[in-house]
C-alpha cells in the first residue's frame, strides 16, 4: 500500500491556460474524492466516484472543471481557461465505502494562476 | 445548514503543556467524525476517526472524545512536543447522505521548546 499519490505537486500557469492534475488512489479503494483548499479554510469538496461513476459535483464546480475516472482507478482533473481565483491546492482522497468510509488524502498540487 | 467549527484558529503553547482542541458541529445525526493532522504545504494526515456509536478513541498522545448530544467533539494532545505543531482539522460525515465529509476551517497550533 503506497498511500494516494497526486501529479503534479506543483504546477504554474498563465491565466487562460488549461491543466490537468492525476490522484492515484489506494488499490483497492472504490471512493475517489476531489477537494480544494484555499490559506486558512478547510478543504472544501468538489466531486466524488464510487469506482468509474461520478457521483455528485458541488454547485463550486464550475463549467470549466471536468473529472474523470476511466476505469474505476486514477483520476484526473482538468481545469480549462484557469483564472486567478483558481489559485489553490487540489487534494485527492481516497476511501472504501461501507463501513467508516474513513478518507485517506495524497499530497495535493499546488496550483498557482498568474 | 450542517456546519463545523473549529475555535480557536490559533494556539500557541510551551512544550510538555497538555493541550485541548474543540471541534463544534450543528447536526447531531452524525455517521462519524475524523480528526486530521496538516503541515504546512501538505496534505492531510489521518489522527483518528470516531464512529457515531463510540465517544472516544485513543492513538498515543491522542484521545478525542464524541459527545453528539452536545454536538462536540475534542482532541486531547499530552505532553506536546514541537513536533506536534501544525493545522488540526477535524471533518464531520453526516447520516443520511453521500458520506462526504465537511471540514472546519482548522486549529494552528505551535508548540515552542
Known amino acids: 500500500d503506497t498511500g494516494v499519490s497526486q501529479n503534479p505537486r506543483h504546477k504554474i500557469t498563465k491565466r487562460g491556460q488549461n491543466v490537468t492534475f492525476r490522484c492515484d488512489p489506494i488499490?483497492?479503494?472504490?471512493?475517489l474524492y476531489w477537494y480544494r483548499q484555499t490559506l486558512g479554510q478547510g478543504p472544501e469538496f468538489l466531486t466524488y466516484?464510487?469506482?468509474?461513476?461520478?457521483?455528485?459535483k458541488s454547485r463550486l464546480l464550475s463549467d470549466r472543471f471536468s473529472a474523470e475516472r476511466p476505469k474505476g482507478s486514477f483520476s484526473t482533473l482538468e481545469i480549462q481557461r484557469t483564472e486567478q481565483g483558481d489559485s489553490a491546492m487540489y487534494l485527492c482522497a481516497s476511501s472504501l465505502s461501507g463501513i467508516t468510509y474513513e478518507q485517506y488524502f495524497g499530497p495535493g498540487t499546488r496550483l498557482t494562476v498568474t | 445548514k450542517q456546519e463545523v467549527t473549529q475555535i480557536p484558529a490559533a494556539l500557541s503553547v510551551p512544550e510538555g503543556e497538555n493541550l485541548v482542541l474543540n471541534c463544534s458541529f450543528t447536526d447531531s445525526a452524525i455517521y462519524n467524525l475524523q480528526w486530521f493532522r496538516q503541515d504546512p504545504g501538505k496534505g492531510l494526515t489521518s489522527l483518528l476517526l470516531i464512529q457515531s456509536s463510540q465517544r472516544e478513541q485513543t492513538s498515543g498522545r491522542l484521545n478525542a472524545s464524541l459527545d453528539k448530544s452536545s454536538g462536540r467533539s475534542t482532541l486531547y494532545i499530552a505532553a506536546s512536543q514541537p513536533g506536534d505543531s501544525a493545522t488540526y482539522l477535524c471533518?464531520?460525515?453526516?447520516?443520511?447522505?453521500?458520506?462526504?465529509?465537511?471540514f472546519g476551517r482548522g486549529t494552528s497550533l505551535i508548540v515552542h521548546p
Open positions: 471533518a464531520v460525515t453526516w447520516s443520511g447522505g453521500s458520506y462526504i465529509p465537511t
Open positions: 466516484f464510487q469506482n468509474e461513476a461520478q457521483l455528485e
Open positions: 488499490s483497492e479503494h472504490n471512493r
